[in-house]
């Protein structure tokens, strides 16, 4: 599976971006697609996730994006996207995104955790720079 995230840039506070991220080799009726994101001298946290499988689709969101970050996915396209609105300087960070496959969203609502490291995500794109200046 290969990821490429794109759409990163430098923002101001109360601005918006769409990041996007196209997904290689993956079959588009079973999947997770999660943003992660990483700040400077902090640890990759998780931020949302979309995904389909058998038992249906669904997304999750992470509290602190909950009313101002939205997931979508265009399956014909296989890409994800990440629509971010009324940014400000603590969600300056490179966000990641990573497949995993489509059960695991399930675990996540489940657990209500979104996290790097629980292993589920195997397959990681190389990261785009989101800056929001104050």
């Known amino acids: 599976v290969q990821l490429q995230a794109s759409g990163g840039g430098l923002v101001q506070a109360g601005e918006s971006l769409r990041l996007s991220c196209t997904v290689g080799g993956l079959t588009f009726d079973d999947y997770t697609i999660g943003w992660f994101r990483q700040a400077p001298g902090k640890v990759r946290e998780g931020v949302a996730c979309i995904g389909t499988s058998a038992r249906g689709s669904s997304t999750y969101y992470v509290d602190f994006v909950k009313g101002r970050f939205s997931i979508s996915a265009d399956n014909a396209k296989n890409t994800v996207f990440l629509q971010m609105n009324n940014l400000s300087p603590e969600d300056t960070a490179v966000y990641y995104c990573?497949?995993?496959?489509?059960?695991?969203?399930?675990?996540?609502?489940?657990?209500?955790?979104?996290?790097?490291?629980?292993?589920?995500?195997?397959?990681w794109g190389q990261g785009t720079l989101v800056t929001v200046s104050s």
């Open positions: 990573a497949a995993a496959d489509g059960p695991t969203l399930w675990r996540v609502i489940a657990g209500n955790l979104l996290s790097p490291m629980s292993g589920d995500f195997g397959s």
